[in-house]
């Protein structure tokens, strides 16, 4: 985005803008789930956070795998 006053090309063709164009649509809720659904997957498996709900017993927690 550029600041005031340059104009701001107009980017509501891409499929990118089109596909979260309306936000209470149904596709754009999976979208927005399910990214949010990998994202944390992959935080996850690269950072181990401690607590998460992915630890449910305390051998999982010793090796850190949930299970």
């Known amino acids: 985005m550029k600041p005031a006053p340059h104009p701001v090309e107009d980017e509501s063709h891409l499929e990118e803008d089109r596909a979260v164009a309306d936000p209470l649509a149904e596709a754009?809720?999976?979208?927005?789930?399910?990214?949010?659904?990998?994202?944390?997957?992959?935080?996850?498996?690269?950072?181990?956070?401690v607590p998460t709900n992915l630890v449910r017993t305390k051998s999982a927690y010793k090796v850190g795998h949930g299970p």
Do not use: Q
């Open 28 to 49: 754009t809720i999976l979208l927005w789930e399910n990214t949010a659904k990998k994202n944390m997957e992959v935080f996850t498996e690269l950072f181990r956070p």
